[in-house]
């Protein structure tokens, strides 16, 4: 069966960086794209880009873009999602999920990883 | 605010039907599909109906989608205890290259 297992929680100071990874198993990792979204307190669900694992092709979301990077190991089948100069309002649980590009939905989602941002 | 409009609360009785919508533009769920999610307390997000209509397996036909023009819906029949959570609707935005998610309606079982 399709999991995707999440590393686990964080606490963070401000201004450090946070590297979350998420391993896949029970699919063709390279045939679809991992996605990550976040739902950080009080709030909804928040996209925050997806990486192409068949060419490490990425897309990150305008918000995101110059503190996020999203990276692929197809050698363990793992994901990775680094943001860096956090705030106290990327406190948040981040979510990675297979994404299905042709019907462009998140069909499997990992457990989710809280990351806490505190001084 | 997020780029689709869900109304942020819904309820109804067990057994009762109660639809959720979902408000959009030309540019998302006019030229896309709409996908639904639910998250349970404590729970990660699950897909719920992909492409407009279609439910994933496991998931009871007591659920169903539909899209009209810029705006999509989600009903739910014969509602359970155990219905209660958070609904999320999505779509792909044209303008943003990536997709989009509605605030979210929790939904109460009364």
């Known amino acids: 069966q399709v999991q995707l297992v999440q590393s686990g929680g964080e606490v963070k100071k401000p201004g450090a960086a946070v590297k979350v990874s998420c391993k896949a198993s029970?699919?063709?990792?390279?045939?679809?794209?991992i996605s990550w979204v976040r739902r950080a307190p009080g709030q909804g669900l928040e996209w925050m880009g997806w990486?192409?694992?068949?060419?490490?092709?990425?897309y990150y979301t305008q918000k995101f873009q110059g503190r996020v990077t999203m990276t692929t190991d197809t050698s363990t089948n793992t994901a990775y999602m680094e943001l860096r100069s956090l705030r106290s309002d990327d406190t948040a649980v981040y979510y990675c999920?297979?994404?299905?590009?042709?019907?462009?939905?998140?069909?499997?989602w990992g457990q989710g990883t809280l990351v806490t941002v505190s001084s | 605010q997020s780029v689709l409009t869900q109304p942020p609360s819904a309820s109804g009785a067990p057994g009762q039907r109660v639809t959720i919508s979902c408000s959009g533009s030309r540019s998302n769920i006019g030229r896309n599909i709409v996908n639904w999610y639910l998250q349970l307390p404590g729970s990660a997000p699950k897909l719920l109906m992909f492409s407009n209509n279609h439910r994933p397996s496991g998931v009871p036909d007591r659920f169903s989608g539909s899209k009209s023009g810029t705006s999509a819906s989600l009903a739910i029949s014969g509602l359970q205890s155990e219905d209660e959570a958070d609904y999320y609707c999505a779509a792909w935005d044209d303008s943003l290259n990536g997709p989009v998610f509605g605030g979210g309606t929790r939904l109460t079982v009364l």
């Open positions: 990486i192409s694992t068949y060419n490490e092709n990425v």
């Open positions: 029970g699919y063709i990792f390279s045939n679809y794209g």
């Open positions: 999920a297979k994404f299905n590009v042709l019907v462009r939905s998140l069909d499997y």
